[in-house]
């Protein structure tokens, strides 16, 4: 009986032919070439087609498993757009021939060795003029599929958008037998575009966001994904009434900021939640049992004594993971808890070891945030740590960062210390990887570039780094690939002459956008790098995706402003709102949209920059505020019933903190509080210059801020009044007029209700009265205070 081959799920798009373009640039290639190339003695030539007819069949088992029916039908559809001829699948029971490619567990080698493949292996076999293509448990038959197409062929999935066949009648190859097993079971390349489940399979990554159905042999999958303190034993339900099952902080109050670790309480409330999240979510491979961000860990009597004798807090922690992992074993044998090994928690316990059921998730926030072109081998903080843990233990996952989190767009030469960092966690005992860049929107500097890259590097971290962005470029830019590939080796250039300065580069890994390998010459290089590409491009497809490409040029010149611009300022706005439409563009920084407010902010320097020269110009008296404050909490959101605000109350009781920039965030009130919290001062002006305008201006609140002045709501600075998200809200400045509200000599209340959502926050900078004869806006200020205005 002949199977009928139906393909859904999926999608067509245009397909790119090879291209052989020249460049006057030192290139290594002047045209494509197979990164992937299988490695090995080859076995004799195969002729698949000729002049569009073949004589092979597909052979699948009888009863086909689903991933292998997958893989039929992935086969034979992409070897007729390759070759135009029509490839049977039939079942092993049917007629037989000598030409033949069996898939599966079709018998017809039966000297062939077994290799031990696991769940993802595959194994490409030849006898004569047949192929055998077997592999692991689960994803294996597809694998061995697409590790022959990609491999010995010389398919390209490039993006989820974007397929590469070479498309010819007569396909005669040289097949290379082999076997192959990824050494990580967690192949992440955390990235937008690299969540579609389609692309992720026909590259090889296995990714909890990548969604591949279960007939395919499923995908990673997390039932709580970490940071679930909070999750495993809610505050809500349980602070009030039983705080001893939360962190002691070191001043002997309870918090529900983290967990007690020791408590047999808590061990037990968290197991019975595993199990309940697991028996809901029965397909999940992982589950993660993991302090809640931002740090801090139980000091009672006996978490620190354990944490203590094993030299890290980790002990303590590990030492609860175990207990839980037991806990949830006898049902579900085969789920991995997950921890994170984090902050506090990196360095490995002395004598305290992980079950076998337990893996560890190494962060390397140690490192790559503060050196994120520096390999993590080279880190004397991070490398010691992961070689410790290697020492200890067999399952060890990794969270790697690999992206300018304040600028996702930002150009970031660090590819080659990507691949460095996936070999030697690979070496060290890793199996798994999370490669955390841009996963919120499309649009990231060279995202889709990153994803393939990453992908096969995560795969098979052996591959040649260079050699892949090669093949990518060459594939993808069509007769723009020259140009675009000079951009690139320009960049990586950059990276190198500037290596001493990005050592350690300001802002860490959200370094900013005058970073001196940003140079004036680099930019212009690379304007004139993407306005050939721009010409070599032989139709709108291949001249969008170079537009893309250059969103990160454009990007540093729109921040840099106008004054470093110049008249070509609004156009290049326009071109980049253009380009962020049309590609669905959303975030620049991590957190939530911010796309059209970042557009809007440069529409606004524009005229910030004309009123900035009016204002140095400009009489203006800028009246400090006292930076002592009276602070209190008020966890019940009492204060504006009971009229905190009011300048009769009496704030005696209250503590005091100071708004000083240099005393930091110690002495703000809100450390390890989250909730309202109030500030109150009196201020008497001596005197007020006679100015048409008076302003009150803060030069940020974290989070939201609600200031009454004499007992009346005078302005409202929070996240729904001015559509900021809290991560931005926090360090944007505000202002508003009270000429009408102080005079010279009256003393004048000032009461700000204050809403910090996480970590520490409050009135952290300075406040002033900023008297002018000309309007002015908080952004304005903020410059002249930055120009030395004040002084």
Same mark, same amino acid.
């Given at each position: 009986?002949?199977?009928?081959?139906?393909?859904?799920?999926?999608?067509?798009?245009?397909?790119?032919?090879? &291209?052989?373009?020249?460049?006057?640039?030192?290139?290594?290639?002047?045209? %494509?070439?197979?990164?992937?190339?299988?490695?090995?003695?080859?076995?004799?030539?195969?002729?698949?087609?000729?002049?569009?007819?073949?004589? @092979?069949?597909?052979?699948?088992?009888?009863?086909?498993?689903?991933? /292998?029916?997958?893989?039929?039908?992935?086969?034979?559809? $992409?070897?007729?757009? *390759?070759?135009?001829?029509?490839?049977?699948?039939?079942?092993?029971?049917?007629?037989?021939?000598?030409?033949?490619?069996?898939?599966? +567990?079709?018998?017809?080698?039966?000297?062939?060795?077994?290799?031990?493949?696991?769940?993802?292996?595959?194994?490409?076999?030849?006898?004569?003029?047949?192929?055998?293509?077997?592999?692991?448990?689960?994803?294996?038959?597809? @694998?061995?599929?697409?590790?022959?197409?990609?491999?010995?062929?010389?398919?390209?999935?490039?993006?989820?958008?974007?397929?590469?066949?070479?498309?010819?009648?007569?396909?005669?190859?040289?097949?290379?037998?082999?076997?192959?097993?990824?050494?990580?079971?967690?192949?992440?390349?955390?990235?937008?575009?690299?969540?579609?489940?389609?692309?992720?399979?026909?590259? +090889?990554?296995?990714?909890?966001?990548?969604?591949?159905?279960?007939? %395919?042999?499923?995908?990673?999958? @997390?039932?709580?994904?970490?940071?679930?303190?909070?999750?495993?034993?809610?505050?809500?339900?349980?602070?009030?009434?039983?705080?001893?099952? =939360?962190?002691?902080?070191?001043?002997?109050?309870?918090?529900?900021?983290?967990?007690?670790?020791?408590?047999?309480?808590?061990?037990?409330?968290?197991?019975?939640?595993?199990?309940?999240?697991?028996?809901?979510?029965?397909?999940?491979?992982?589950?993660?049992?993991?302090?809640?961000?931002?740090?801090?860990?139980?000091?009672?009597?006996?978490?620190?004594?354990?944490?203590?004798?094993?030299?890290?807090?980790?002990?303590?922690?590990?030492?609860?993971?175990?207990? &839980?992992?037991?806990?949830?074993?006898?049902? =579900?044998?085969?789920?991995?808890?997950?921890?994170?090994?984090?902050?506090?928690? *990196?360095?490995?316990?002395?004598?305290?070891?992980?079950?076998?059921?337990?893996?560890?998730?190494?962060?390397?926030? +140690?490192? *790559?945030?503060?050196?994120?072109?520096?390999?993590?081998? /080279?880190?004397?903080?991070?490398?010691?740590?992961?070689?410790?843990?290697?020492?200890?233990?067999?399952? #060890?996952?990794? $969270?790697?960062?690999?992206?300018?989190?304040?600028?996702?767009?930002?150009?970031?030469?660090?590819?080659?210390?990507?691949?460095?960092?996936?070999?030697?966690?690979?070496?060290?005992?890793?199996?798994?990887?999370?490669?955390?860049?841009?996963?919120?929107?499309?649009?990231?500097?060279?995202?889709?570039?990153?994803?393939?890259?990453?992908?096969?590097?995560?795969?098979?971290?052996?591959?040649?780094?260079?050699?892949?962005?090669?093949?990518?470029?060459?594939?993808?830019?069509?007769?723009?690939?020259?140009?675009?590939?000079?951009?690139?080796?320009?960049?990586?250039?950059?990276?190198?002459?500037?290596?001493?300065?990005?050592?350690?580069?300001?802002?860490?890994?959200?370094?900013?956008?005058?970073?001196?390998?940003?140079?004036?010459?680099?930019?212009?290089?690379?304007?004139?790098?993407?306005?050939?590409?721009?010409?070599?491009?032989?139709?709108?497809?291949?001249?969008?995706?170079?537009?893309?490409?250059?969103?990160?040029?454009?990007?540093?010149?729109?921040?840099?402003?106008?004054?470093? &611009?110049?008249?070509?300022?609004?156009?290049?706005?326009? +071109?980049?709102?253009?380009?962020?439409?049309?590609?669905?563009?959303?975030? #620049?920084?991590?957190?939530?949209?911010?796309?059209?407010?970042?557009?809007?902010?440069?529409?606004?320097?524009?005229?910030?920059?004309?009123?900035?020269?009016?204002?140095?110009?400009?009489?203006?008296?800028?009246?400090?505020?006292?930076?002592?404050?009276?602070?209190?909490?008020?966890?019940?959101?009492?204060?504006?019933?009971?009229? %905190?605000?009011?300048?009769?109350?009496?704030?005696?009781?209250?503590?005091?903190?100071?708004?000083?920039?240099?005393?930091?965030?110690?002495?703000?009130?809100?450390?390890?509080?989250?909730?309202?919290?109030?500030?109150?001062?009196?201020?008497?002006?001596?005197?007020?210059?006679?100015?048409?305008?008076?302003?009150?201006?803060?030069?940020?609140?974290?989070?939201?801020?609600?200031?009454?002045?004499?007992?009346?709501?005078?302005?409202?600075?929070?996240?729904?009044?001015?559509?900021?998200?809290?991560?931005?809200? $926090?360090?944007?400045?505000?202002?508003?007029?009270?000429?009408?509200?102080?005079?010279?000599?009256?003393?004048?209340? #000032?009461?700000?209700? !204050?809403?910090?959502?996480?970590? *520490?926050?409050? !009135?952290?900078?300075?406040?002033?009265?900023?008297?002018?004869?000309?309007?002015?806006?908080?952004?304005?200020?903020?410059?002249?205070?930055?120009?030395?205005?004040?002084?």
């Amino acid at each position: 009986m002949k199977i009928h081959v139906t393909l859904t799920h999926i999608l067509i798009p245009a397909l790119l032919l090879a &291209v052989c373009a020249c460049s006057a640039a030192p290139l290594r290639y002047h045209h %494509w070439r197979n990164a992937l190339k299988p490695q090995g003695q080859p076995a004799a030539e195969i002729a698949l087609s000729v002049s569009g007819e073949t004589e @092979y069949q597909i052979v699948i088992p009888a009863e086909p498993t689903t991933q /292998e029916q997958k893989a039929a039908e992935e086969l034979a559809h $992409w070897l007729n757009e *390759m070759t135009g001829a029509e490839f049977p699948v039939v079942d092993d029971t049917q007629a037989r021939r000598e030409t033949e490619i069996c898939l599966g +567990r079709v018998d017809v080698l039966p000297d062939a060795e077994e290799p031990e493949l696991g769940d993802e292996g595959y194994c490409i076999a030849v006898d004569g003029k047949k192929l055998r293509l077997t592999g692991g448990r689960k994803r294996g038959p597809i @694998y061995a599929v697409f590790a022959l197409l990609e491999e010995d062929l010389g398919c390209r999935w490039y993006t989820a958008k974007a397929v590469r066949i070479l498309r010819r009648p007569t396909v005669r190859f040289k097949p290379v037998p082999r076997s192959f097993v990824p050494a990580l079971t967690i192949r992440d390349p955390f990235y937008h575009d690299a969540f579609n489940g389609e692309w992720s399979l026909r590259n +090889r990554t296995n990714a909890p966001s990548a969604t591949v159905s279960e007939e %395919w042999g499923g995908h990673v999958t @997390y039932a709580m994904f970490v940071h679930t303190f909070n999750t495993l034993v809610p505050p809500g339900e349980y602070f009030d009434k039983n705080p001893e099952l =939360f962190m002691q902080n070191e001043s002997g109050k309870r918090t529900p900021r983290q967990l007690c670790l020791t408590n047999p309480e808590t061990i037990r409330i968290a197991t019975e939640t595993c199990l309940r999240v697991l028996r809901d979510k029965p397909t999940a491979k992982v589950i993660s049992v993991s302090k809640n961000d931002g740090g801090g860990s139980c000091v009672c009597e006996n978490c620190k004594a354990i944490d203590e004798a094993e030299g890290t807090d980790c002990g303590s922690l590990l030492h609860f993971v175990n207990a &839980v992992a037991e806990g949830i074993e006898d049902e =579900f044998p085969d789920v991995i808890v997950s921890t994170l090994a984090y902050l506090e928690t *990196m360095k490995a316990p002395k004598t305290i070891r992980p079950r076998h059921n337990v893996a560890i998730r190494l962060c390397t926030d +140690r490192c *790559m945030w503060s050196h994120p072109f520096t390999p993590a081998r /080279e880190s004397d903080i991070f490398a010691p740590a992961m070689r410790e843990w290697a020492s200890v233990h067999n399952q #060890i996952h990794i $969270w790697d960062y690999c992206v300018n989190f304040s600028h996702y767009t930002a150009p970031m030469p660090n590819f080659e210390v990507v691949a460095d960092n996936i070999r030697f966690f690979v070496e060290n005992n890793c199996t798994g990887v999370m490669l955390q860049g841009a996963y919120q929107s499309a649009g990231a500097e060279r995202e889709l570039m990153r994803c393939w890259v990453f992908g096969k590097l995560l795969w098979d971290p052996s591959l040649d780094v260079d050699a892949l962005t090669e093949d990518f470029i060459w594939g993808y830019y069509g007769k723009a690939a020259p140009a675009i590939l000079e951009y690139d080796q320009l960049l990586q250039q950059a990276g190198r002459d500037h290596a001493e300065s990005l050592a350690a580069p300001k802002g860490g890994i959200r370094y900013p956008m005058d970073s001196e390998f940003l140079s004036r010459d680099f930019l212009w290089r690379a304007e004139g790098l993407f306005d050939r590409a721009e010409e070599l491009a032989e139709n709108d497809e291949i001249r969008q995706r170079v537009e893309l490409a250059r969103v990160p040029i454009m990007y540093v010149k729109l921040v840099r402003g106008p004054a470093f &611009v110049g008249e070509g300022y609004a156009a290049l706005i326009d +071109r980049f709102e253009a380009i962020a439409e049309r590609e669905s563009i959303t975030h #620049i920084r991590e957190g939530a949209p911010d796309v059209k407010n970042k557009i809007k902010k440069w529409r606004d320097e524009i005229r910030v920059q004309a009123e900035l020269q009016q204002a140095r110009e400009s009489d203006i008296t800028i009246l400090p505020l006292s930076p002592e404050w009276r602070f209190a909490t008020d966890p019940k959101d009492a204060g504006t019933g009971a009229k %905190w605000f009011a300048p009769e109350f009496d704030d005696g009781a209250w503590a005091t903190v100071r708004s000083d920039v240099d005393k930091g965030w110690e002495s703000q009130g809100f450390e390890d509080y989250t909730g309202v919290g109030w500030y109150r001062q009196q201020f008497t002006p001596a005197k007020l210059p006679a100015k048409k305008h008076l302003y009150l201006f803060f030069e940020a609140v974290d989070e939201d801020a609600i200031v009454y002045i004499d007992g009346k709501p005078a302005f409202e600075h929070t996240c729904n009044s001015t559509g900021l998200p809290p991560d931005q809200i $926090w360090i944007t400045p505000f202002m508003f007029d009270v000429k009408d509200a102080f005079k010279a000599g009256k003393p004048t209340s #000032i009461a700000v209700r !204050v809403l910090n959502r996480l970590g *520490m926050g409050g !009135v952290y900078k300075p406040v002033r009265l900023i008297a002018s004869a000309r309007e002015l806006d908080a952004t304005v200020v903020t410059r002249l205070l930055a120009e030395g205005k004040e002084k």
